[in-house]
Nanobody, 125 residues
Framework: QVQLVESGGGSVQAGGSLRLSCAAS????????MGWFRQTPGKEREFVAA????????YYADLVKGRFTVSRDNAKNTVYLQMNSLKPEDTAVYYC??????????????????WGQGTQVTVSS
């Protein structure tokens, strides 16, 4: 099992930037594809971005494509989400998770395990 801790959330004005970090425990981190999701009250968890184990492939939801960048540093057991040109509709709790089921595409939370506790991002207009 991998333990994940997100950080870097906060409050920012529209158009601003934040960089989220997801620090993982355990020596097997570099074997796993990782994903970022977000959730607002009363709504289902929404896919944001994913990155494969090596960092060589990345995937984005259409809503964030061109504004967000996912990356990882396996030497530091950390995945990042750089968020630029933030909009009020990006306000949510952001979670990282380990993609454990290769039979389920990145966009579905069911394919993930070992969720972090989340970090709040608030974008004001």
């Amino acid at each position: 099992q991998v333990q994940l801790v997100e950080s870097g959330g906060g409050s920012v004005q529209a158009g601003g930037s934040l960089r989220l970090s997801c620090a993982a425990s355990g020596r097997t981190f570099s074997r796993y594809d990782m994903g970022w999701f977000r959730q607002t009250p009363g709504k289902e968890r929404e896919f944001v971005a994913a990155i494969n184990w090596s960092g060589g492939s990345t995937y984005y939801a259409d809503l964030v494509k061109g504004r967000f960048t996912v990356s990882r540093d396996n030497a530091k057991n950390t995945v990042y989400l750089q968020m630029n040109s933030l909009k009020p509709e990006d306000t949510a709790v952001y979670y990282c998770a380990v993609h454990r089921n290769p039979m389920i595409t990145y966009a579905y939370p069911k394919g993930y395990d070992d969720w972090g506790q989340g970090t709040q991002v608030t974008v004001s207009s």
